[in-house]
Nanobody, 126 residues
């Protein structure tokens, strides 16, 4: 069973930056997709960004140009750099993982993931 540990959520002012971390074990199957999702109160869970084993990424239109991935392969940690944060980015952010024996494409569909972290809160004030 894959376990994900998220961290990095905090309260910032509009225009600020945060870096979220998703620590995941290096286990088989080796092919994966990792996604970041967010959910604000009374809203549905929204896909924010996704990356696969090959490093191919996809981002929601609302964060393109502001959010980006980076990886620490030695520590099996993925980072989501979030710049120019806005109040509408306020939400609980979740990391999700899907493994397979064949290559996977990145996906912003929450149904494409089987393992979820506990979430980390991001609050952006105006």
């Amino acid at each position: 069973q894959v376990q994900l540990v998220e961290s990095g959520g905090s309260s910032v002012q509009a225009g600020g930056s945060l870096r979220l971390s998703c620590a995941r074990p290096d286990i088989s199957p080796n092919y994966y997709r990792i996604g970041w999702f967010r959910q604000a109160p009374v809203k549905e869970r929204e896909g924010v960004a996704s990356i696969n084993t090959a490093g191919t990424t996809t981002y929601a239109d609302s964060v393109t140009g502001r959010f980006s991935f980076s990886k620490d392969n030695e520590n099996f940690t993925l980072y989501l750099q979030m710049n120019n944060l806005q109040p509408e980015d306020t939400a609980m952010y979740y990391c999700a993982d899907q493994r397979h024996w064949l290559p996977l494409s990145p996906s912003l569909d929450p149904h494409s993931y089987s393992v979820w972290g506990q979430g980390t809160q991001v609050t952006v004030s105006s």
